[in-house]
């Protein structure tokens, strides 16, 4: 394996075919291994006598499987120059359910993990959140939308905000037949009545207040959603739920000490003018 890496990290004269030929020789070691798992797992298959032993006959297996899986994903990918499907790629042997995110920025320029869809309202409290799994934001837009009106009625929105990445004008359309203001900025050329919709007092004030969310995001981070700890897609997902609960319990405790402060205040000043 790290023969493999260094060839194909590298360069040289016949690098191709260097690489084909130590990646023939990893997958033939690869295979003899793979034959000889197999055999034990049936060994072991027939020695099983309890619940722990099945529990881990089972992990067994998972890796055996993965093993299969990547001398194909090796074979296919190498030596015979095949483009893998990203829906077939594994990320994580440990955490299979882990999604490669492209961020579109400088540093870093990828994560591993699930993307997060995420709804504040003007006091930055979290109405609605998502795990999203094998989807991008566009396809999000109306079932988002969808649980808020479920939970809080239509009537309770003057105005949504989305990011570029929500950009749709079936949806746009959709929604300001609910909502006052829909504020979705298009992505590429604007036409001449998307810029004047767009340039509108209100509109650039409600996309200006947009911008908020980026804070809100990084105080998410901070509330333990940089990382999860957590095993399992289960164990993720409680994971989020936890940090946006501790995120909204932050900033209502947040406001009712300041509440309190103001009310101690109010009774304080009468007494210092008396002093």
Known sequence: MRQVGKINQGGGKNKEERLHKAVKVYLSTAGELERKV???????????????????????????EMLVKHIDLIDRRILKGEK???????FSLFEPHTEW???????????????????????QLVLDYKVMEQTVDQFETIPMANRLFENYGEQAFDSMSFDKGFSNEADRQELEGKVGLIV???????????????????????????????????????????????????GFKRYVGFGVLAYNLHK????????????MKKQLDPLKAAA
Request: proline residues 5%; aromatic residues 6%; hydrophobic residues 30%.
């Open 101 to 123: 995110i492209t961020k579109g920025k400088a540093w870093p320029p990828m994560e591993l993990g699930h993307k997060l869809l995420v709804t504040t309202d003007q006091y």
């Open 252 to 263: 209502i405790g947040k406001q009712l000490i300041a509440k309190k402060k103001k009310a």
């Open 38 to 64: 197999a055999e034990n797992v049936k060994e072991l298959a027939k020695r099983v006598t309890d619940a722990s032993q099945m529990f881990e006959l089972e992990n067994i297996r998972y890796f055996h």
């Open 84 to 90: 893998i499907p990203h829906e077939e790629k594994v």
């Open 184 to 234: 979705m900025p298009k992505k590429g050329k604007r036409r001449l009545e998307e810029q004047e919709r767009e340039s509108a007092p209100k509109f650039v004030r409600v996309k200006n207040q947009h911008s908020a969310i980026e804070s809100e995001i990084n105080c998410l981070e901070h509330h333990g959603l940089n990382q999860c700890p957590d095993k399992g897609y289960h």
